[in-house]
């Protein structure tokens, strides 16, 4: 008699372990999906420009590190580069502003607000002035060699 319920004891305890593996199971299963979504980079494509890829350029081209560009510094020169790879990346890839904006750990408005001063030829893009005619030489030059770089 003692065997039958130690038996019996020993079934319900395997029973329970089953159970446990199976929700462990589920739990990991869960935990991978989220993961994956969390950690998605999607595979690079030929012939797209990246936002890295304008941020290298912009970088080597300025002279800035890439962190100085996404810094909060605001030293003019650094900001006229920061609008450079701004403007650079509403025209050269599909993304929006506010998706630019999170690149830049800046909020969306920062992002329109350089795009807004670049369409009216204002403040540093004013292209009266020798600094604006310059900023525009270096967008067009860092345009010219993205472009060509990703036709390739």
């Not at 080597?60 to 510094?73: A, M, V």
């Not at 920061?82 to 830049?104: K, V, W």
Request: charged residues 30%; proline residues 1%; contains cysteine.
């Amino acid at each position: 008699m003692d065997q039958i319920k130690n038996l019996t004891e020993n079934q319900i305890k395997i029973l329970e372990i089953e159970a446990l593996q199976n929700e462990i199971k589920n739990l990991q299963d869960k935990i991978n999906i989220i993961r994956s979504t969390i950690d998605f980079k999607p595979q690079k494509v030929e012939n797209r420009l990246y936002i890295s890829n304008i941020l290298e350029q912009v970088s080597h081209y300025t002279d800035y590190k890439p962190e100085e560009i996404l810094s909060k510094t605001r030293i003019k020169e650094l900001v006229k580069a920061r609008s450079l790879f701004i403007n650079l990346c509403l025209d050269l890839t599909h993304h929006s502003s506010n998706s630019i904006g999170i690149h830049l750990k800046k909020d969306h408005t920062t992002i329109l607000y350089h795009k807004n001063i670049k369409a009216n030829k204002d403040k540093y893009w004013n292209n009266k002035r020798a600094e604006g005619v310059e900023l525009w030489r270096d967008y067009n030059n860092i345009k010219t060699k993205l472009v060509l770089e990703t036709t390739r």
